[in-house]
Each structure stands twice: as C-alpha cells, then as structure tokens.
C-alpha cells in the first residue's frame, strides 16, 4: 500500500491550495483517512479527518477555512485549503487506516507535500 501526496507549493495569505493524496496497492477496503501537518520544530497535528460515513473533523485552527473530502472509487484524498494564513505552513501528511489483509488494519502514511504561507 501506497500513499502519494500532491498540491503543495509557495502562496500568499489568502490565497487557496488544494491538496490531493492518492492510495494505490493491494487492500480490501479503506476505513478513516485524514491530513495531518508538521510545522518546524512542533510536532505533528490532526487538521481533518473523514471516515467512511463522510462525518468530517476538523482542528480548531482550520476550521471554516479547510474542506476535506474523499473520492472512495478513485481512492483518492483531497483537502481544499482556503483563506491560507502564514501560520498554515507545513508539511502535509496523508494518512489512511486500511484494511490490508482479513479483519487487519494497518495506518498508511504520505510521503508528505509542503505548504508555504507567505505574508
């Protein structure tokens, strides 16, 4: 199991950046997948989460600004991120609990794409 993130780059406050995170490989089924990010020197933070049911949490710092949604035939990820502030910089993290062999789950994660705010 693969995970591939995309969609990172340079934007000034404001603007808007959507990120994309494809899962490939050999599985049954997907359950809960979710974006996480690491600013310098902080330790890695939740920023959404979906599950299967499409119920949606968000972290308090993204809230009304960042949409995630899912794409389950294409196995895909995405995380629309609007309104960006500087403080929004980070690596962005993919994250898929899968379900890899009979009644076993397992946590996949990206390779990880950088978001840059600048003010």
């Known amino acids: 199991v693969q995970l591939q993130a995309c969609g990172g780059g340079l934007v000034q406050a404001g603007g808007s950046l959507r990120l994309s995170c494809a899962v490939s490989?050999?599985?049954?089924?997907?359950?809960?997948l979710g974006w996480y990010r690491q600013a310098p020197g902080k330790q890695r933070e939740s920023v959404a989460i979906i599950n299967r049911e499409d119920n949606r949490v968000y972290g308090d710092s993204v809230k009304d600004r960042f949409i995630i949604s899912r794409d389950n035939a294409r196995k895909q990820l995405y995380l629309q991120m609007n309104s960006l502030k500087p403080e929004d910089t980070a690596v962005y993290y993919c994250?898929?609990?899968?379900?890899?062999?009979?009644?076993?789950?397992?946590?996949?994660w990206g390779q990880g794409t950088e978001v840059t705010v600048s003010s």
């Open positions: 994250n898929a609990r899968i379900m890899d062999h009979p009644l076993k789950w397992d946590s996949y």
């Open positions: 490989g050999s599985f049954f089924t997907i359950d809960e």
